[in-house]
Protein backbone atom coordinates (compact mmCIF):
# COMPACT_ATOMS: atom_id res chain seq x y z
CA UNK A 1 0.00 0.00 0.00
CA UNK A 2 3.17 2.48 0.95
CA UNK A 3 4.17 2.10 -2.49
CA UNK A 4 1.22 2.78 -4.48
CA UNK A 5 1.98 5.17 -7.66
CA UNK A 6 -1.79 6.64 -7.15
CA UNK A 7 -3.40 7.89 -3.99
CA UNK A 8 -6.51 5.77 -3.62
CA UNK A 9 -9.48 7.45 -1.82
CA UNK A 10 -12.60 5.43 -0.70
CA UNK A 11 -16.29 6.63 -0.76
CA UNK A 12 -18.44 3.69 1.36
CA UNK A 13 -22.04 2.97 1.96
CA UNK A 14 -23.08 2.54 5.63
CA UNK A 15 -26.30 0.08 6.04
CA UNK A 16 -25.31 -3.16 4.63
CA UNK A 17 -21.65 -2.24 3.49
CA UNK A 18 -19.46 -1.01 6.52
CA UNK A 19 -22.46 -2.27 8.91
CA UNK A 20 -24.07 -4.79 8.88
CA UNK A 21 -27.77 -4.89 7.60
CA UNK A 22 -29.46 -6.12 10.27
CA UNK A 23 -27.34 -5.48 13.70
CA UNK A 24 -25.43 -2.50 12.50
CA UNK A 25 -22.25 -4.89 13.55
CA UNK A 26 -18.83 -2.73 12.35
CA UNK A 27 -16.20 -2.88 15.18
CA UNK A 28 -14.38 -5.53 12.68
CA UNK A 29 -13.66 -2.62 10.68
CA UNK A 30 -11.98 0.17 12.99
CA UNK A 31 -8.25 -1.58 13.14
CA UNK A 32 -8.63 -1.44 9.13
CA UNK A 33 -9.98 2.24 9.10
CA UNK A 34 -6.96 3.68 11.31
CA UNK A 35 -4.02 1.92 9.44
CA UNK A 36 -5.96 3.76 6.39
CA UNK A 37 -5.72 6.87 8.00
CA UNK A 38 -2.16 6.49 9.08
CA UNK A 39 -1.30 5.43 5.15
CA UNK A 40 -3.47 9.00 3.95
CA UNK A 41 -6.13 7.10 2.04
CA UNK A 42 -9.23 8.98 2.76
CA UNK A 43 -12.37 7.49 3.77
CA UNK A 44 -15.67 9.15 3.48
CA UNK A 45 -18.93 8.46 4.18
CA UNK A 46 -21.71 8.39 1.11
CA UNK A 47 -25.20 7.61 3.06
CA UNK A 48 -28.92 7.76 2.59
CA UNK A 49 -28.68 8.61 6.81
CA UNK A 50 -28.56 12.59 7.50
CA UNK A 51 -25.62 14.49 8.51
CA UNK A 52 -26.51 14.15 12.16
CA UNK A 53 -26.57 10.37 11.95
CA UNK A 54 -23.05 10.40 10.12
CA UNK A 55 -21.59 12.88 12.62
CA UNK A 56 -22.00 10.30 15.43
CA UNK A 57 -20.48 7.46 13.05
CA UNK A 58 -17.56 10.00 12.24
CA UNK A 59 -16.79 9.89 15.58
CA UNK A 60 -17.24 5.92 16.15
CA UNK A 61 -14.78 5.42 13.52
CA UNK A 62 -12.44 8.67 14.35
CA UNK A 63 -12.88 9.72 10.64
CA UNK A 64 -12.31 13.57 10.27
CA UNK A 65 -13.07 13.45 6.13
CA UNK A 66 -16.12 15.34 4.67
CA UNK A 67 -19.31 13.67 4.49
CA UNK A 68 -22.19 12.68 2.10
CA UNK A 69 -25.53 12.06 3.53
CA UNK A 70 -29.23 11.86 2.01
CA UNK A 71 -27.97 10.01 -0.81
CA UNK A 72 -25.88 12.35 -2.38
CA UNK A 73 -28.38 15.59 -1.14
CA UNK A 74 -25.64 17.15 1.46
CA UNK A 75 -21.95 17.35 1.76
CA UNK A 76 -20.32 18.63 5.35
CA UNK A 77 -16.93 19.27 5.38
CA UNK A 78 -14.47 21.07 7.60
CA UNK A 79 -12.33 23.72 7.05
CA UNK A 80 -9.99 25.50 8.94
CA UNK A 81 -11.64 23.80 11.83
CA UNK A 82 -15.43 25.25 11.03
CA UNK A 83 -17.76 23.06 9.51
CA UNK A 84 -19.48 24.10 5.99
CA UNK A 85 -22.26 22.22 4.60
CA UNK A 86 -23.55 22.31 1.17
CA UNK A 87 -27.47 21.59 0.10
CA UNK A 88 -27.60 19.60 -3.19
CA UNK A 89 -31.38 18.63 -2.60
CA UNK A 90 -34.69 19.77 -2.53
CA UNK A 91 -36.07 20.76 1.27
CA UNK A 92 -37.16 18.38 3.13
CA UNK A 93 -40.59 20.49 4.25
CA UNK A 94 -40.66 20.77 0.42
CA UNK A 95 -40.58 17.04 -0.25
CA UNK A 96 -43.01 16.81 2.89
CA UNK A 97 -45.73 19.39 1.83
CA UNK A 98 -45.52 17.92 -1.81
CA UNK A 99 -45.96 13.95 -0.65
CA UNK A 100 -48.99 14.59 1.77
CA UNK A 101 -50.71 15.99 -1.17
CA UNK A 102 -50.22 13.13 -3.33
CA UNK A 103 -51.87 10.86 -0.37
CA UNK A 104 -54.81 13.28 -0.42
CA UNK A 105 -55.38 13.65 -4.02
CA UNK A 106 -54.69 9.33 -4.67
CA UNK A 107 -55.36 8.15 -1.63
CA UNK A 108 -52.20 6.65 -1.91
CA UNK A 109 -50.99 4.93 1.16
CA UNK A 110 -47.18 5.17 2.19
CA UNK A 111 -45.88 6.52 5.50
CA UNK A 112 -42.05 8.08 6.28
CA UNK A 113 -39.79 9.22 8.82
CA UNK A 114 -42.01 12.68 9.14
CA UNK A 115 -45.29 10.40 10.63
CA UNK A 116 -43.40 8.26 12.86
CA UNK A 117 -42.23 9.17 16.09
CA UNK A 118 -39.01 8.30 17.64
CA UNK A 119 -39.61 5.04 18.58
CA UNK A 120 -41.60 3.72 15.52
CA UNK A 121 -38.51 5.07 13.80
CA UNK A 122 -36.64 3.18 16.13
CA UNK A 123 -38.82 0.28 15.67
CA UNK A 124 -39.19 0.02 12.04
CA UNK A 125 -34.94 0.16 11.35
CA UNK A 126 -33.55 -1.70 14.88
CA UNK A 127 -31.71 1.96 15.16
CA UNK A 128 -31.52 3.00 19.38
CA UNK A 129 -32.80 6.08 20.61
CA UNK A 130 -30.22 8.65 20.07
CA UNK A 131 -29.40 7.15 16.94
CA UNK A 132 -33.01 7.39 15.66
CA UNK A 133 -33.37 11.38 16.55
CA UNK A 134 -30.79 11.80 14.41
CA UNK A 135 -32.27 9.80 11.82
CA UNK A 136 -35.70 11.82 11.76
CA UNK A 137 -33.50 15.51 10.93
CA UNK A 138 -33.35 14.79 7.40
CA UNK A 139 -33.03 17.61 5.60
CA UNK A 140 -33.52 17.17 1.80
CA UNK A 141 -34.97 13.16 1.67
CA UNK A 142 -37.72 11.38 3.00
CA UNK A 143 -37.54 7.65 3.28
CA UNK A 144 -40.74 6.26 3.40
CA UNK A 145 -42.55 2.16 3.29
CA UNK A 146 -45.15 1.90 0.58
CA UNK A 147 -48.26 0.24 2.10
CA UNK A 148 -50.17 0.41 -1.18
CA UNK A 149 -50.32 -2.24 -4.09
CA UNK A 150 -46.74 -2.53 -5.69
CA UNK A 151 -48.85 -1.57 -9.03
CA UNK A 152 -49.50 1.46 -7.83
CA UNK A 153 -46.04 2.57 -7.24
CA UNK A 154 -45.50 3.74 -10.74
CA UNK A 155 -48.12 6.17 -10.42
CA UNK A 156 -46.27 7.67 -7.23
CA UNK A 157 -43.27 7.84 -9.08
CA UNK A 158 -44.53 9.77 -12.38
CA UNK A 159 -46.31 11.89 -9.90
CA UNK A 160 -43.13 12.64 -8.38
CA UNK A 161 -41.46 13.27 -11.69
CA UNK A 162 -43.17 16.01 -12.48
CA UNK A 163 -42.45 17.75 -9.57
CA UNK A 164 -38.49 17.29 -10.18
CA UNK A 165 -38.63 14.49 -7.54
CA UNK A 166 -37.76 10.61 -7.74
CA UNK A 167 -38.22 7.46 -5.98
CA UNK A 168 -34.96 5.74 -5.07
CA UNK A 169 -34.96 2.16 -3.65
CA UNK A 170 -32.15 1.90 -0.56
CA UNK A 171 -31.59 -0.87 1.86
CA UNK A 172 -34.51 -0.93 3.79
CA UNK A 173 -36.86 2.38 2.56
CA UNK A 174 -38.12 3.92 -0.66
CA UNK A 175 -36.28 7.58 -0.31
CA UNK A 176 -38.10 10.28 -2.09
CA UNK A 177 -35.68 13.07 -3.05
CA UNK A 178 -34.90 15.08 -5.73
CA UNK A 179 -32.67 14.32 -9.02
CA UNK A 180 -29.57 13.59 -7.18
CA UNK A 181 -27.58 10.65 -6.65
CA UNK A 182 -24.55 9.73 -4.32
CA UNK A 183 -22.47 9.95 -7.28
CA UNK A 184 -23.27 13.67 -8.20
CA UNK A 185 -21.47 14.32 -5.01
CA UNK A 186 -18.77 12.03 -5.00
CA UNK A 187 -17.84 13.73 -8.01
CA UNK A 188 -18.27 17.23 -6.47
CA UNK A 189 -15.80 16.29 -3.45
CA UNK A 190 -13.44 15.06 -5.89
CA UNK A 191 -13.43 18.06 -7.97
CA UNK A 192 -13.06 20.49 -4.73
CA UNK A 193 -10.17 21.31 -3.28
CA UNK A 194 -11.60 19.93 0.28
CA UNK A 195 -10.23 16.24 0.15
CA UNK A 196 -6.13 17.84 -0.77
CA UNK A 197 -5.92 15.11 -2.88
CA UNK A 198 -2.57 14.30 -4.55
CA UNK A 199 -3.04 13.30 -8.39
CA UNK A 200 -3.42 10.84 -9.87
CA UNK A 201 -5.86 8.94 -7.60
CA UNK A 202 -8.42 6.19 -8.19
CA UNK A 203 -11.45 5.69 -6.49
CA UNK A 204 -12.95 2.73 -4.81
CA UNK A 205 -16.49 2.90 -3.63
CA UNK A 206 -18.26 0.28 -1.76
CA UNK A 207 -22.47 -0.65 -1.45
CA UNK A 208 -25.00 -3.17 -1.63
CA UNK A 209 -27.87 -1.33 -2.54
CA UNK A 210 -29.43 0.13 -6.05
CA UNK A 211 -28.84 3.80 -4.27
CA UNK A 212 -25.14 2.48 -4.74
CA UNK A 213 -24.90 2.10 -8.31
CA UNK A 214 -24.01 5.32 -9.87
CA UNK A 215 -21.27 5.65 -6.92
CA UNK A 216 -20.28 2.26 -7.64
CA UNK A 217 -20.24 3.00 -11.52
CA UNK A 218 -18.35 6.56 -11.58
CA UNK A 219 -15.44 4.68 -9.32
CA UNK A 220 -12.20 3.19 -10.87
CA UNK A 221 -12.70 0.03 -8.55
CA UNK A 222 -16.46 -0.69 -7.48
CA UNK A 223 -16.95 -3.55 -4.75
CA UNK A 224 -20.70 -5.01 -4.44
CA UNK A 225 -21.54 -6.57 -0.45
CA UNK A 226 -23.70 -9.02 -0.22
CA UNK A 227 -27.14 -8.72 1.87
CA UNK A 228 -28.57 -11.92 3.06
CA UNK A 229 -25.81 -13.95 1.03
CA UNK A 230 -27.28 -12.61 -2.16
CA UNK A 231 -26.35 -9.80 -4.72
CA UNK A 232 -28.29 -7.00 -5.22
CA UNK A 233 -26.36 -5.45 -7.65
CA UNK A 234 -24.99 -6.55 -11.62
CA UNK A 235 -21.99 -4.27 -12.12
CA UNK A 236 -19.16 -5.44 -14.43
CA UNK A 237 -15.42 -5.58 -13.12
CA UNK A 238 -16.81 -5.21 -9.86
CA UNK A 239 -15.07 -6.86 -6.86
CA UNK A 240 -17.70 -9.42 -5.26
CA UNK A 241 -16.94 -9.36 -1.85
CA UNK A 242 -18.06 -13.18 -0.41
CA UNK A 243 -19.03 -11.82 3.10
CA UNK A 244 -21.42 -9.54 4.20
CA UNK A 245 -20.69 -6.11 6.18
CA UNK A 246 -18.86 -5.40 8.11
CA UNK A 247 -16.73 -8.91 7.28
CA UNK A 248 -16.92 -8.25 3.81
CA UNK A 249 -15.90 -4.71 3.66
CA UNK A 250 -12.54 -5.50 5.45
CA UNK A 251 -12.29 -8.43 2.73
CA UNK A 252 -12.44 -6.40 -0.34
CA UNK A 253 -10.43 -3.43 0.71
CA UNK A 254 -7.38 -5.44 1.67
CA UNK A 255 -7.70 -7.74 -1.42
CA UNK A 256 -7.86 -4.58 -3.22
CA UNK A 257 -4.87 -2.97 -1.32
CA UNK A 258 -2.84 -5.57 -0.45
CA UNK A 259 -2.77 -7.95 -4.01
MG1 LIG B 1 -26.67 -0.01 1.96
Known amino acids: MADEKWQW ?9 LLNHHNYEYKVVEPLIALL ?10 SSKTVAELELWHERLRLETPIIAENGGVIEYRHNGQKHKHLIGR ?9 KHLHKVHGWQ ?39 DQAKLAGFEAALAEEGLKLMAGGRFYHVMAGHDKADAMRELLADSVLHIKAPYRVIALGDSRN ?25 GAYYATHEAPWGWVEAIEKILNP
Do not use: C
Not at 9 to 17: E, P, Q, R, Y
Not at 37 to 46: D, E, H
Open 110 to 148: FEGFGDWTVAEVMNKTGLKTAEAVKAKAREVSEPILWLD
Open 91 to 99: PYEEIRYFI
Open 9 to 17: IIFTDLDGT
Open 37 to 46: QARGVPVILN
Open 212 to 236: DLAMLQAADVPVVLPVDNAYKLRLD
